[in-house]
Nanobody, 118 residues
């Protein structure tokens, strides 16, 4: 059973930065893609960013230019570098892994809280 464990969340002032990590129990190179999502209080879960096995990245418009998704296959870890944080970025952040193209994300982490104060 694949496990994903997020870390790196915390409390930061607006304009600050955080780097989230998602450590996998299996080789992340086996995943077709890894993604970050977030769920803000009272809102539905929102997709944030994707990185494919080949390294292609995509971002939600709300974070484009501020967040950077990356992966280190040797460490079996994906990252989300979050810069210029805003209070509206406050949410629980989850990482997920898609095993095969065209399928839903199969593996999910437990989430890490990010709180941005104004």
């Amino acid at each position: 059973q694949v496990q994903l464990v997020e870390s790196g969340g915390g409390l930061v002032q607006a304009g600050g930065s955080l780097r989230l990590s998602c450590a996998a129990s299996n080789s992340i190179f086996s995943f077709n893609a890894m993604r970050w999502y977030r769920r803000a209080p009272g809102k539905q879960r929102e997709w944030v960013a994707t990185i494919t096995r080949g390294g292609t990245t995509n971002y939600a418009e709300s974070v484009k230019g501020r967040f950077i998704i990356s992966r280190d296959n040797a460490k079996n870890t994906a990252y989300l570098q979050m810069n210029s944080l805003k209070p509206e970025d406050t949410a629980v952040y989850y990482c997920a892994a898609q095993a095969l193209p065209g399928y839903e994300d199969k593996y999910w982490g437990q989430g890490t809280q990010v709180t941005v104060s104004s």
